[in-house]
């Protein structure tokens, strides 16, 4: 087997890719920091191609696809994503919109490109990673919720399509909660309390994906906070989470 895997150079991706080839299949890591995939090439007891790119860029995506849609892929990792904290009237608007280019265009053009050639041979495995996020609004973090959201519910979606369809082809939502990557750091924030390993989530995101799961969910505390989210008033939510997200930004001057 092979798998193509965006962000892999830190974080998810990363574990991702030492979980994928722990279990014998081949890499096509894809990244902005062409060392650091080179250094991950290097260790990795598979084989390895990668690419160093800006995957905002959808002429990029483009590239990409031309050049890997021959390699006979059997698993896209959609993960390359970022967030940013504080108030929507105070963020920098570039800097939204780049998120919104990683975080929804980028996803939805690769699921898109791939989903049409994985339909074709009727067998594959796209995983797009979300959050736990994704289930709810985000005071302080408004647009990296809102993203989230859409993957979320276009994978719901395109997971009912393919079922009707009879097809094999599977699509699965990660959604974590906090996991110990370099997310905060990009984003402006601090955690409160401790994340999960990024490897625990990557076992925990392989397993589901190979089983077909629509959305998979690591760890228990964050699968109990979603459930009881369901039946607490959306405002009174809004409040503990906006609560939560300054309280991981107060250090930062939000």
Do not use: W
Not at 4 to 23: C, D, N, P, Q, V
Not at 140 to 159: F, G, M, P, Q
Not at 231 to 253: D, E, N, R
């Amino acid at each position: 087997m092979k798998a193509l895997i965006t962000g892999a150079s830190s974080g998810i991706g990363k574990a991702i890719a030492y979980e994928l080839a722990s279990r014998g299949i081949d890499l096509i890591l894809v990244a902005r920091r062409g060392l650091v995939l080179k250094e991950l090439k290097s260790v990795l007891p598979v084989n390895v191609k990668c690419y160093q790119l800006d995957i905002s860029d959808m002429k990029n995506i483009e590239y990409l696809y031309k050049e890997v849609r021959n390699e006979d892929i059997d698993i896209v990792v959609n993960n390359a994503g970022f967030g940013l904290f504080g108030n929507f009237n105070e963020t920098d608007i570039t800097r939204e919109f780049e998120m919104i280019d990683v975080n929804i265009k980028a996803v939805h053009y690769m699921t898109k490109l791939f989903l049409y050639d994985f339909i074709k041979k009727d067998k594959g495995y796209i995983l797009n990673v979300a959050s736990s996020a994704g289930f709810m609004s985000g005071p302080h973090l408004s647009t990296y919720y809102a993203t989230k959201n859409y993957v979320c519910r276009l994978d719901e979606a395109i997971y009912q399509e393919l079922k009707e369809m009879k097809s094999h082809v599977k699509i699965s939502s990660l959604c974590p909660g906090p996991v110990d990557t370099e997310f905060n750091k990009v984003a402006g924030g601090t955690f409160v309390g401790k994340g999960m390993k990024a490897d625990r989530v990557a076992k925990i995101a392989v397993d589901g994906m190979l089983k077909g799961k629509m959305t998979i969910i690591p760890g228990l505390r964050i699968k109990l906070g979603l459930f009881l989210y369901k039946f607490i008033p959306k405002k009174l939510a809004m409040k503990f989470i906006s609560k939560y997200q300054v309280a991981k930004t107060s250090k930062k001057g939000l």
